[in-house]
Each structure stands twice: as C-alpha cells, then as structure tokens.
C-alpha cells in the first residue's frame, strides 16, 4: 500500500499509479489498466469481467483486459489478483489477441491456480 503498482524503469513515481490496501477490486483494475496504457503509450485499453474469485488461497477476483500496444498489435490478458496484510498480489498472463493470447491461456490458468503466498 502506498507504492506504484509496477515500477516503471526511468519514470518518476507518479501519485496516479499508487495502490491503496482500500481499493475496491475494480479501481484495482482500473490502476492496472491505466498503468499499461502508460507502459504502452495507448488510451486503447478495456477491462472487462471484473469477478470475485481465488486466488493464491485468499478471497480475491479475475478481470480480462483488452489493449493495443505501442506497435498496433491487438492484445488481451487475463489477470488475478488478492489483497493481504496491505500488499497486492497480481499475476497477468497476456498474448496477441488473434493467436497466442487462446493459445496459451490454459497453461497460463493453470500457474496461477497453484500461485501460492508465503508467510
């Protein structure tokens, strides 16, 4: 709580990209989607399916997420994610929408059903 939900190589930390331990699950996704689009310089990103769920044996949620990176290539992540003790945990798998993206998810699923969080 209190740090940039990803740490972006030579920016400054920027206020618009902090996570709180308070955010509801879709400002969490809303925090990751805005950080992407910074990453990739794109205003072209939709998240999508925000849903409670498991994840890493604590009550957490999935979303999907839709974007366009810097080289015009439509791409789509799944991601899950789970609060504790104040710190954030998210795993995003992500791939080319029109090839990798449903080529991969399965795999991708099946790392984080056995994502774990240490003590």
Do not use: C
Request: avoid cysteine; hydrophobic fraction near 40%.
């Amino acid at each position: 709580s209190g740090e940039p939900i990803l740490k972006l190589s030579g920016t400054e930390k920027d206020a618009t990209f902090v996570f709180r331990d308070s955010m509801t699950p879709v400002e969490v996704v809303e925090l990751w989607e805005a950080t992407l689009a910074k990453l990739y310089s794109t205003s072209l990103a939709d998240a999508k399916n925000i849903q409670p769920g498991r994840f890493a044996g604590l009550d957490g949620f999935s979303f999907d997420l839709d974007y366009v990176t810097k080289d015009e290539v439509d791409r789509r992540g799944r991601g899950h994610a789970a609060v504790k003790d104040g710190r954030l945990y998210l795993i995003f798998y992500s791939g080319t929408r029109l090839h990798h993206y449903g080529l991969r998810l399965p795999a991708a699923e099946r790392i984080a059903q056995t994502a774990k969080i240490g003590s």
